[in-house]
């Protein structure tokens, strides 16, 4: 990659909008250097645009300052890489012409590197306590397992996935709708400053740029790129989560959701995820088992081992048999069990051998440890 090359694309960042796929178009078809020369020019109009956008875009390229850009980066300790970097993620190149043009980068280690295993964990800003948890511990155990936790860095989920990640040691990485060197939500600056020491903060806009509501909307194809899969904790149905979990979904990543409560509005958007292509999980081990390699699979979920389900199958059936409230005799035992009736007897025997059943004259009578566990096995009625 060339100098020229370089302040081109950065060049182009301080132009062009995250996500023009106008734009990207031009890149592909005539190369960065040859957009960034038209632009700068004004004369020779490219193609795909109007005469009023074409005005806006060369009246922007005026301003456009790309070594300014990189000396004001290097200073707040902010590199540029760029498609063909040994930094740069492969998989962005999914996102086709909507590809970045580049993305700056504040913290030590390897972007691309990071992104290999890499999950977002992102939702609702006005988030329940619930929410906050659910985040929270699903990025902790994510960063314990070896996994990046990938999010905005906005109030709610975003920054409770940033915090448990953080919290348990691990790596996480936060894509910002703005200059990565001017944190936003200015309440999280110094959330976003811990990410930057112990993770990375990244970004497509160039220093000290500003974000605004298509940005937001536009960051969120990135991190479904940048990442394996995307997990929704919370998200309302108009929520931007879920345009990063749709976006996942048309590049071909995992996309999970977690349930809420049925009568929570904040769970609503999760749910009719749930209700298309969406997996439903419930903690890291289940996230890891949808992106994780062949094998990692969560532990088989049980209720809790009952006395009785210890039991031989025989005498299970022989306990099934007797009736709640009353004594019953071996014969009737039998029948009921459907085995014969000195079966029955031995049955029973072992089964007051254990304290299960007590003898009641000619009959046989459960015990109340019994009645407590046969209630347990068969639910409430």
């Known amino acids: 990659m060339t100098d020229g090359e370089l302040l081109a694309r950065v060049f182009l960042a301080r132009v062009i909008e995250p996500g023009d796929e106008v734009a990207g178009r031009w890149v592909r078809e005539f190369g960065v250097e040859e957009v960034a020369r038209r632009l700068r020019d004004g004369r020779e109009v490219l193609p795909g645009v109007s005469g009023k956008r074409w005005g806006g875009l060369v009246a922007r390229a005026g301003e456009a300052g790309p ?92 920054g409770a996935a940033h915090r448990g990640a953080l919290g348990a040691g691990g790596a996480t990485v936060a894509v910002l709708a703005c200059g990565v060197d001017r944190p936003y939500p200015r309440g999280h600056t110094e959330l976003i400053t811990r990410i930057a020491e112990q993770g990375l903060v990244v970004g497509e806009l160039p220093p000290g740029d500003h974000p605004t509501p298509s940005r937001f909307v536009l960051r969120n194809r990135v991190i479904a790129a940048l990442t394996r899969g995307t997990v929704v904790v919370e998200a309302a149905y108009r929520s931007g989560s879920l345009v990063t979990a749709r976006a996942a979904q048309r590049l071909g990543r995992h996309t999970m959701g977690v349930p809420g409560p049925a009568t929570s509005g904040l769970s609503a958007g999760v749910h009719e995820l749930l ?32 006395p009785r ?73």
């Open 275 to 306: 209700r298309g292509d969406a997996e439903l999980v419930t903690d890291a081990e289940e996230v890891v088992e949808v992106v994780g390699d062949m094998g990692e699979l969560a532990p088989e979920r049980r209720g809790p081992v009952l």
């Open 67 to 158: 070594r300014r850009d990189l000396t004001v980066a290097a200073e707040a300790g902010v590199r540029f890489v760029r498609p063909g970097d040994g930094e740069w993620p492969g998989q962005l190149d999914d996102l086709g012409d909507a590809r970045p043009l580049g993305l700056w980068v504040r913290g030590r280690p390897s972007l691309r590197m990071w992104a290999l295993r890499s999950v977002a964990v992102v939702g609702a800003r006005a988030c329940t306590e619930y929410g906050a948890h659910m985040a929270a511990t699903l990025a902790a155990g994510l960063a314990e397992r070896g996994w990046v936790v990938v999010s905005g860095g906005a109030y709610g989920v975003d």
């Open 309 to 381: 389900d210890l039991l031989e199958p025989g005498a299970r059936r022989v306990l099934d048999a007797l009736p709640a409230r009353r004594a019953a005799t071996a014969a009737e035992v039998g029948r009921g069990a459907q085995t014969t009736q000195d079966e029955a007897v031995a049955r029973l025997y072992e089964l007051r051998s254990l304290g299960y059943v007590e003898r009641h004259g000619d009959g046989w009578k459960l015990t109340r440890q019994a009645m407590i566990s046969v209630r347990g096995a068969r639910g409430p009625s």
